[in-house]
């Protein structure tokens, strides 16, 4: 009779280790679930599909800073503001490093723009400038030494009839490949000239 209490004792802790292993094992499962993240494709967009707009209703402003020895030549602060006149939203190009450093203009064009930051990369992108809204920025003017005194500074805002997400022109940069090389041509919104620092 002992003999068999012993067994049916030692079968019960048997199967009660088991279960306890099984329920540890269950939950270290749920512990780590195994998930699989879910990828979106981005959709492509047909390359003809963007065109420059009018900029009627830009308005460029600046003003000039401190000007500092850089070598023999000098660097002059800049200060811009760019505003959104109209009542309705407008699309812009730019570029993901330097906004719209790049698209300040100079006559004579010996003067050119030096900016704050320097990146080992930049790319077009394509930006929103919202109704009655503006945006600031500064930046840097590269003067030569003995260059003639600035006559214009100008803006040439290169407004665009779409907005695209950035992660698409990446990955489909011929979008704004034509529109982002165009020379000047009417798209030169400009301010008004300041006295130059001495």
Excluded at 23 to 30: A, E, I, L, P, V
Excluded at 42 to 55: C, G, M, R, T
Excluded at 64 to 75: A, I, M
């Amino acid at each position: 009779m002992n003999k068999i209490n012993y067994t049916c004792g030692y079968l019960i802790l048997l199967l009660f280790i088991s279960l306890l292993n099984f329920g540890c094992s269950q939950s270290k499962t749920k512990e780590k679930p195994n998930i699989q993240l879910l990828k979106i494709p981005i959709p492509s967009i047909e390359v003809d599909s963007i065109k420059l707009v009018s900029n009627k209703g830009i308005e460029f402003k600046y003003s000039l800073g401190d000007k500092t020895k850089f070598g023999k030549n000098y660097l002059i602060e800049i200060k811009c503001i760019v505003y959104n006149k109209t009542d309705h939203k407008i699309n812009y190009l730019n570029e993901s490093c330097n906004g719209l450093d790049f698209y300040i203009v100079f006559k004579p064009e010996t003067y050119k723009v030096m900016p704050l930051m320097n990146c080992n990369a930049t790319w077009g992108m394509i930006s929103k400038l919202q109704p009655r809204d503006s945006i600031e920025f500064k930046t840097h003017v590269f003067q030569p030494k003995n260059a003639k005194p600035i006559e214009i500074i100008g803006l040439d805002f290169r407004a665009v009839d779409k907005f695209i997400p950035f992660q698409i022109l990446q990955k489909q940069p011929e979008i704004i490949e034509d529109i982002y090389r165009e020379k000047l041509k009417k798209i030169i919104s400009f301010g008004v000239i300041n006295k130059m620092p001495n």
